[in-house]
């Protein structure tokens, strides 16, 4: 590519970070899209939009399919707002990009019947590399963020390990489950049990939801026994916003016991840490995929030796890496 | 490390391989939990296990939570050893190591109560990371192989991407679905539909079994309508047996098919070659996060600059991958 070319593209990028900060909401989508495309010039979109982030709020919902999650999370959105602060919603959608679309068209109208317009809502699939959902996912709130979204909410059903690494490095982490799913407790005690900050009981209008709350209590009381922050049990009925206003109450109370604690900043250091080795990896096992007349290329010498038992895939993958190692020396990444 | 040290521990595993591969299903167990934890000596026993391997046949089975998968795989197994084959099951649990050993104790106590003791059951938890999950599984499929079973089913929830990737590198791909988990067809629009070579519809006896399966057939006809092989759709009820002998059937049809057609063969190459990079790019990643004045250390400079906006984090990826490059070539791997 001449360097025009990639003068050009890079410009085409980086105006749309200019319009989007401008308060486009136009140009904010189509950013987000280029850049959850890997597109070229995202890098450079990135570098630009972090300069603008002000360490936006980050809030983590997970639950079950079933839960009433997507209703709960725009309750949500409408009563920050009410109070004053602007939000964004990123929708971890757990299955294909196939149903990304559709997902996101609901929702939207969903959004606009309640004529909350300027509550952005994203949807994601989970197309690409694992590593790639969290990173697009961290790019997309450091863009809401530059967009001047005071809080971003963040939904997935949490049951695939990336998405429970999203989750992860939140600010504050809701767990929603309902009465009724039978193993629910079962799933939470494994999984999500101990990322939780505060445990939501939705549906709370159906029977067995003050077992299902007494069942958390006394887990949480077992795994939280001595710690400063005890997660709140908040019982809500999402459809009809019952519990929501006390909801944002305790994750208000759960950031000023994190900034007060000094755990925010902590927290913060480490997941950009994270981030930070997230993207040399990803960026280190592009070049792997991409080089030329390195590991990608596994040969058909080689693989015949390995189906006919002459050689193990191992010792391939050892020689594999020698071959990288020379690559990468030689192109300097 | 003495070299007589490294020597020793090796020598260890390599004993355990022997032992294996003579019969013992202790040394069986122990071998799949030390090379699943990683343990020094593992890649040496690794090689040796290939070279012992005779192609085992690898059918995956997935389907949500509730469509009964264990208790058909149980049954499947069960009626694979009556037709004379040495069979092996690893179920994939899609929730944290927690579980991972109750839930291999409630199926060891289900088989042993069939009295079918040498039918091989492993839980895998998804601990560590996700190439982990899938890298993990490949070793154990080379185990049991190693160990002499003909067919080894792998059984898991699918709902992470690392899961339908460990179950889309089987040789036949079951989705077990049931009437009446509601949005089950939206789920496998998404995700499923495309990796299926057989369906089940499972507890056939509930209302709407015959409309799931007639949903399923159109969905099929839709995207398969002139392929050579249109996956079957099998009844079955688990619990009592019901359909389990023509799902076995249609398991060896599919396979016949696929050694016909050539593309067994061609399916297993593009999985070795999988295997390869996968383990390439955990050996690579590894070296990242081992090397100790490497890529691991992001150090408090960096990070306070980052946390001041005074650096990006995409700029110090970028300056930690040319630490590593460095110490990469020093080290050679």
């Known amino acids: 590519m001449h360097l025009t070319e990639k003068n050009q593209r890079d410009s085409f990028v980086l105006e749309l970070v200019d319009k989007m900060l401008k308060g486009s909401v136009r140009a904010l989508g189509k ?14 979109a990135l570098k630009k939009v972090y300069y603008h982030t ?19 999370v725009d309750r949500m959105a409408v009563e920050i707002k009410r109070q004053g602060f602007k939000v964004g919603i990123i929708a971890i959608d757990p299955s294909s990009p196939f149903t990304g679309g559709a997902f996101l068209g609901d929702r939207v109208r969903m959004m606009s019947s309640s004529n909350e317009n300027d509550i952005y809502i994203r949807s994601m699939g989970t197309r690409g590399s694992l590593g790639g959902l969290s990173e697009a996912t961290a790019s997309t709130v450091k863009i809401l963020d530059a967009f001047g979204k005071d809080f971003v909410l963040i939904e997935t059903a949490g049951t695939g390990q990336a998405e429970v690494d999203v989750i992860k490095e939140t600010d504050t982490t809701v767990v929603v489950c309902v009465p009724g799913l039978g193993d629910e407790i079962q799933t939470m005690k494994a999984g999500v049990m101990e990322i939780g900050d ?38 809500t009925i999402a459809t009809e916003g019952t519990g929501v206003v006390t909801l944002i109450e305790e994750i208000l109370n759960h950031r000023e016991y994190l900034i007060k604690s000094g755990l925010l900043k902590s927290k913060r250091i480490r997941r950009i840490k994270q981030e930070i080795m997230e993207i040399a990896k990803n960026k280190i096992i592009d070049k792997i995929n991409n080089s030329a007349n390195g590991a990608n290329q596994v040969s058909d010498e080689l693989l015949n030796e390995i189906m006919l038992r002459e050689k193990d895939p191992y010792t391939a993958a050892e020689e594999i890496i020698g071959n990288f190692t020379e690559v990468f020396q030689k192109s300097h990444l």
Chains 1, 2 share one sequence.
């Open 198 to 235: 505060i445990f939501v009981v939705n549906k709370a209008d159906l029977q067995d939801a003050d077992r299902l709350a007494g069942d958390i209590e006394t887990m949480l009381h077992m795994a939280y026994g001595s710690k400063e922050w005890i997660p709140p049990i908040i019982k």
């Open 54 to 72: 002000k360490d936006a709020y980050v809030v983590g919902l997970t639950g079950a399919p079933g839960t009433g999650k997507s209703t709960l």
């Open 31 to 44: 950013l987000i899209t280029l850049i959850e495309d890997e597109c070229p010039g995202s890098l450079e």
